[in-house]
């Protein structure tokens, strides 16, 4: 189990709150809504929403990533990231179980 993966991915501000725009992506993301929601958020939206560089946030989304806490699907040259929801299911079994 990549308990300590995860709990690490969490312990970030800024990753968390990342999580919690994608959990409500049209609130969130309000400029994305003319292409739609299908594949995720675009990495562009999140980073202009949190302000940081482009290779921040990408190194913010690839520990989410690897967490298993985001999914990307890749669109021609664009990337789109979306929560991992069945990982959340797990992990509220963990802390409720384990912890």
Known sequence: MKQLEIFKALSNKTRLEILLWLKDP????????????????????????????????????SILQRAGLVTSTRVGQWTYYKRNEEAFNELSKIIESDI
């Open 26 to 61: 049209e609130t969130s993301f309000p400029d994305q809504i003319y292409s739609g929601f299908e594949f995720g958020v675009c990495v562009g939206q999140i980073q202009l929403k949190a302000g940081l560089t482009q290779s921040t946030v990408s190194e913010y989304l």
